[in-house]
Each structure stands twice: as structure tokens, then as C-alpha cells.
């Protein structure tokens, strides 16, 4: 174990749920976080750069730091001081994962930075407690597409294979929904058809996203868990949902918790999908950033 004196991370976006998989199943798209953490004689600086920086607390709330500090309280250590340059790649409270890019982020440095003391599988629980839920923060870790089950101790993870015609079209608004906000329009109890309805449209996800099988995908992306109840805080949920699908996307979702919307398609209809999806959104009055973006597979990275 060597330790060093900075280190840098970058952390993708990722989108959760995809539809019927609430809470357990999410992939990682090639779209970064930056974050560099150099040890500093004493004091914490925090500096932001990118799209909405001054939205990003720097002092000791920060979640960055947070995570940091969460490594060193496991490892019973004294945080060292040190300057955390931030580069905001990932929207913050879009449904694309920016608080697990902070949580995975603050936690990989520090584990570098100590000349990893602890395993790869070690920072991933301590990234799930902090988060609350698997979804986002273990792609972001691992990269690819997970799904996360636990029957109470630890946490298995499995490689979802993604079909590469499978394409992934993220609409991004112009407004936050806090993940707290949409968690809190949930109900806390559901019913067995619906329980059995959301197990049937996992599993066909599954074998959708890994065979690219059109029909098996138009049908899995549906959901009753969370989209029925989450919908009404997205202004033009239902005419983007109309206009993907009129547009040949297989279907639509809520990324994560929301406001952006994930779109499915093939690559003969992406851009046609990203033109719809985008019209729509204008047709509302809501400015947004529409794009087709591929899986990353390789996760947090550290150099
Ligand atoms: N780069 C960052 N550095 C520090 N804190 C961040 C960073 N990115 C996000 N956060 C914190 O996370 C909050 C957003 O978390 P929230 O869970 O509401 O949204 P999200 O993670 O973007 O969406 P979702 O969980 O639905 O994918 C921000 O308001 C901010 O407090
Ligand atoms: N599964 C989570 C993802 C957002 O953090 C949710 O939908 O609330």
C-alpha cells in the first residue's frame, strides 16, 4: 500500500430503474464527473467548474466530501486536508445519478489515495448505505448494466448483458425533481398484481436488453411500482411518451427518479426519437437537451 499525494476519478452518469426495475437494476452512460483530490498543508477548499457549478455546496456538507470523510470513519482514521477540484460532467437532480457519481467519486479517492486499504467490493456497500439504494451506485462503480440483489448481508451483482442495437436516449429538462421528492409521492405498500406484473416485466427486460428482441422490449419497459405515481411531477411525461413511441422508440421511462426521461431505440430510429422527444418537450414550453449516448463499461476510473 502506497500512499499518494492526488489523485483524480472519474465517475459515469447512470440511469436507474429502466422502467419496471426500481430500485435494483441501472446502467452506466458515457457521461463523466470529474473530481481530483490533492492533499493540502491544512483547511478544505472546494472549487466547481461546469454547467451549474454554483449549484454545488463547497464546504463540508458537500456529498463528495461526505463520502470522503464516510472512507476514513470506516478505516478509523483522521481525514487528511485536502483541495477537491470538481468538473461537472452530469447534471445535478436529472435522474442521472449525480449524487452516486459524488458518493462512489469521494470514496474511490480516498481508498487511492490510502493506497487502497480496502477491496473493490468493500466500497461498494459502503457506497449502497450511503446512497440508500444499489441502482445507481454500482454501475458507477463497476460500469455496464447491474442489477443488485440482497437477501440481507451482502450484495449480489450481476452483469446485465446490454444488446448493441439496444440504444439509449436520455431528454434532459431544463428543471430538478430531488430524488427525495420523488420518493416521498410513493406508496410504502402494493399490491400482488402489481408485485407480479413488475417481477414478469423485469424478467422480459432482461432478456429484451440482451437479445435486442423488440416485441419482448416494447412490452418489459412497463411499470407499476413508481412510474404511475412519479409521472404527474414531469410536465409532458405522456406526450414524450406518445412521441418516442410514434417516433420508433420501443418505449419510455423515467430515468431514476426523474425529471429526465430515457428513451429506447434502435440505431435506425435514434435520431429520429432524440428530434420527437425534444419537439415535445419545446411544444410544453420546456427547454432540453436530448441525446443518444452509448453504455461506459468500465466504471470509476482513477488516474
Ligand atoms: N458533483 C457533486 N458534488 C457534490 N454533490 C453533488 C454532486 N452531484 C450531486 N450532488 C448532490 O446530490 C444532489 C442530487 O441528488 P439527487 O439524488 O436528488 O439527484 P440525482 O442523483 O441526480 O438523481 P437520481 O438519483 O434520480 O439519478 C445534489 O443536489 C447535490 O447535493
Ligand atoms: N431507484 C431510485 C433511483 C434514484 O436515485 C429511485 O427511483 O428513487
Redesign the pocket.
Known amino acids: 500500500m502506497s500512499v499518494v499525494s492526488a489523485i483524480t476519478v472519474t465517475v459515469p452518469a447512470?440511469?436507474?430503474n429502466l422502467g419496471p426495475g426500481f430500485d435494483c437494476i441501472g446502467a452506466a452512460l458515457k457521461l463523466y464527473?470529474e473530481?481530483k483530490f490533492t492533499r493540502q498543508e491544512s483547511g478544505l477548499s472546494i472549487h466547481?467548474t461546469g454547467t451549474e457549478a454554483e449549484?454545488?455546496?463547497t464546504d463540508e456538507s458537500?456529498?463528495?466530501y461526505q463520502a470522503f470523510v464516510k472512507f476514513y470513519q470506516y478505516i478509523k482514521q483522521t481525514p487528511p486536508t485536502v483541495k477537491i477540484e470538481?468538473k461537472?460532467g452530469?447534471?445535478?437532480?436529472?435522474?442521472?445519478?449525480?449524487?452516486?457519481?459524488?458518493i462512489v467519486?469521494g470514496l474511490v479517492a480516498a481508498n487511492q489515495l490510502e493506497g487502497t486499504p480496502i477491496s473493490q467490493s468493500h466500497v461498494m456497500e459502503l457506497a449502497i448505505a450511503m446512497e440508500g439504494h444499489p441502482d445507481?451506485v454500482v454501475p458507477a462503480l463497476l460500469g455496464g448494466c447491474r442489477l443488485a440483489a440482497t437477501s440481507g448481508a451482502a450484495w449480489e451483482i450481476c452483469d446485465v448483458p446490454w444488446h448493441q442495437d439496444v440504444v439509449p436516449v436520455i431528454a434532459i429538462p431544463n428543471f430538478e425533481?430531488?430524488?427525495?421528492e420523488?420518493r416521498r409521492v410513493l406508496p410504502t405498500e402494493v399490491s400482488r398484481a402489481d408485485a407480479i406484473f413488475n417481477t414478469a416485466h423485469l424478467g422480459l427486460l432482461l432478456r429484451g436488453l440482451e437479445t435486442g428482441n423488440g416485441q419482448w422490449l416494447k412490452t418489459a419497459l412497463q411499470d407499476r411500482l413508481h412510474q404511475p405515481y412519479r409521472k404527474a411531477l414531469i410536465p409532458g411525461y405522456d406526450a414524450l411518451n406518445i412521441a418516442a413511441v410514434s417516433a420508433g422508440a420501443y418505449g419510455m421511462v423515467i430515468?431514476?427518479?426523474?425529471p429526465t426521461l430515457l428513451a429506447l431505440t434502435d440505431k435506425l430510429h435514434s435520431e429520429a426519437v432524440e428530434a420527437a422527444m425534444l419537439a415535445a418537450w419545446q411544444e410544453k414550453g420546456i427547454t432540453a437537451e436530448v441525446r443518444s449516448l452509448s453504455l461506459d463499461t468500465q466504471g470509476a476510473k482513477s488516474f
Open positions: 447512470t440511469t436507474a464527473n473530481f466547481v449549484r454545488v455546496q458537500n456529498l463528495l470538481i461537472l452530469v447534471p445535478l437532480a436529472r435522474g442521472l445519478g449525480s449524487s452516486a457519481t459524488a467519486g445507481n425533481l430531488s430524488t427525495s420523488a430515468s431514476g427518479a426523474g
